[in-house]
């Protein structure tokens, strides 16, 4: 195999626009503001708009902190958005959640995204086809905290030593539920399916999407901790009516009279699955997986 080069990585970034890279139009995107204050001395931070870019590629992809961080790495597509070359430094996955974090307790992550909205309904983007929800779980960071710690968390009280240190303040995950993930047991060489499925513990958050069924964009989305259902987040503003099409579809975790009827006075039509789960008492046939971290 032989080195790449720097013309093997302009002919690879050349085909990406050639097969349609949604990412490059938005690539150059960027609203005056102050160059970084570098008189403070230490390692540079890294870029705001950087950082707010990789926020828009998880967003557009509903990715995971690391799996954001492992992707940045391995796409040219992520590395050319971003503005970086094969050998910049990458923010890791800890870097992205403190970046979020910090946007979101200021309150100005939904008018940066906005103002990205903006950008693309400016370069012809219209959200066309319906709309399709779903949900995922994402893990948290994991956590080594005492079992003293762990027993202020679960009661709701900050340990007292945390109180006067803002910074392991600021650094710990306070938020976060654990639930179940069901996996279905895979079907065997012999063509059976075992009875029992898997339950696997996760300690995180869930993020709920409405992705445009035409371009795979999403549009709207809300963060809850892992343990909130799917199907009420549906009434919570998480439908897009900027879509030019009113079919929403979903799985049957959406499926309720409540968000039937909100649906239907709202003006959208329902094309949510209404299939039963293989799995009608998960409280039953069930196999418990390996705990995830801990906290």
């Known amino acids: 195999m032989k080195q790449s080069g720097f013309f093997d990585v302009e002919e690879r970034l050349a085909r990406l626009s050639g097969l349609g890279d949604q990412l490059e139009a938005f690539s150059r995107t960027e609203v005056f503001r102050p160059d970084s204050d570098g008189s403070k001395g230490g390692r540079p931070p890294f870029d705001p708009v950087l950082m707010f870019k990789i926020l828009v590629i998880q967003t557009l992809n509903n990715l995971s902190d690391e ?27 800890k870097t992205v959640w403190l970046f979020r974090e910090h946007l ?34 994402v893990a948290a960071p994991e956590q080594r905290n005492t079992n003293t710690e762990k027993a202020d968390f679960w009661a709701g009280r900050i340990p007292e030593d945390w109180q006067d240190k803002p910074s392991k303040l600021s650094h710990k995950d306070r938020h976060a539920r654990w639930t179940l993930k069901f996996t279905e047991a895979k079907r065997q060489d012999d063509g059976s399916v075992p009875a029992t499925d898997l339950a696997i513990p996760v300690d995180g958050y869930k993020s ?17 901790d892992a343990a909130a259902s799917d199907g009420a ?31 239907e006075r709202q003006g959208f039509v329902s094309k949510v699955h209404t299939g039963r789960s293989r799995i009608s008492n998960p409280c039953r046939g069930i196999s418990s997986g390996p705990m995830q971290g801990s906290r």
């Open 67 to 93: 799996r954001t961080e492992y992707l940045i790495n391995d796409r040219l597509s992520f590395m050319r958005f971003l503005g970086l070359g094969l050998s910049d430094r990458v923010p890791d996955a």
């Open 104 to 137: 979101t307790q200021e309150g100005v992550i939904e008018r940066l995204f906005d103002r990205f909205d903006a950008t693309l309904r400016n370069a012809g983007y219209l959200p066309m086809s319906g709309q399709i929800l779903d949900a995922a779980l």
């Open 208 to 224: 709920h999407v409405a992705i445009d069924r035409k371009f795979r964009f999403i549009r709207k989305w809300k963060t809850t």
């Open 233 to 263: 987040r549906l009434r919570e503003a998480l439908l897009d009516k900027t879509n030019t099409a009113s079919n929403v579809w979903a799985d049957t975790a959406y499926r309720s009279k409540a968000n039937e009827d909100f649906m």
